[in-house]
């Protein structure tokens, strides 16, 4: 039986999140299924739970992520959680980060095939892409990395007063309390755990959210910021 064989059928639930974007979100799930395990971008094992445990675990993000702002996905992966937010929410602008060429090939054929016109996909480790991409509303992750590395790499991509959304587990309030030293120097004015998705994921989504102030990253980020963004003024000029 081939892994695509395996891939259950798209519960009620996703009907209802997807809407419009269900056909596609079926589209998404069969490629994970199928390209997504044969590239190693998921394990076979996923397959039988990819909705519950990563579509619709994902999509429900939207529901704390704020109307019309710019997002940048971090280690963005197989798609997750971008491309789920990015099938629910239209009024999004939203960057898939990923530095694996093999997973931004992925990507890329995914966004294409789904006419996610407001998505785009850039190949880069975050701490590459500071200053050259501008600054976004939201960061989110997934399983990236331990809090305050993740949060190392993606607060300082954030505008003044954005925030981080990062997808965790069991282990968020845990993370969240050893991380406040480092969150307190990147700049994190405010914390907090939310969870998401009630009547639709059982259980429900657990996110961790950091707001930043005025200086995104803290002091350590600044100057590299700032000569970064001296750089890009040189380029151009050139």
């Known amino acids: 039986m081939t892994e695509a064989a395996e891939l259950p059928p798209a519960p009620e639930q996703a009907r209802e999140?997807?809407?419009d974007r269900f056909e596609d979100a079926v589209r998404y799930a069969e490629l994970l299924a199928e390209a997504g395990v044969q590239r190693g971008l998921i394990g076979p094992r996923e397959v039988p739970r990819l909705w519950e445990r990563h579509l619709?675990?994902?999509?429900?993000?939207?529901?704390?992520?704020p109307e019309n702002v710019t997002v940048c996905d971090v280690g963005s992966g197989a798609g997750l959680p971008g491309?789920?937010?990015?099938?629910?929410?239209?009024d999004l602008?939203?960057?898939l980060l990923e530095p694996l060429l093999r997973r931004t090939?992925?990507?890329?054929?995914?966004v294409e095939l789904l006419g996610l016109d407001h998505v785009t996909v850039v190949r880069g480790?975050?701490?590459e892409v500071m200053g050259k991409l501008p600054p976004v509303h939201v960061v989110t992750a997934r399983a990236v990395a331990p809090l305050d590395r993740l949060a190392t790499w993606g607060v300082p991509l954030l505008r003044p007063y954005g925030e981080m959304?990062?997808?965790?587990?069991?282990?968020?309030e845990e993370e969240l309390k050893s991380a406040t030293t480092a969150l307190s120097k990147l700049g994190a004015v405010e914390t907090s755990i939310v969870q998401v998705g009630e009547g639709v994921v059982d259980p429900m989504s657990t996110v961790v959210r950091v707001e930043v102030g005025e200086s995104p990253g803290g002091v350590r980020f600044a100057a590299k910021r700032a000569k970064a963004a001296r750089t890009g003024r040189v380029r151009r000029r050139r």
Do not use: H, Q, Y
Request: hydrophobic residues 55%.
């Open 93 to 95: 602008k939203i960057t």
């Open 83 to 90: 491309i789920p937010l990015a099938l629910v929410r239209e």
């Open 56 to 65: 619709l675990n994902c999509a429900v993000l939207s529901e704390v992520v």
């Open 105 to 110: 090939n992925f990507l890329t054929e995914v």
């Open 125 to 127: 480790r975050a701490e």
């Open 165 to 172: 959304l990062a997808l965790k587990g069991d282990t968020a």
């Open 17 to 19: 999140v997807f809407g």
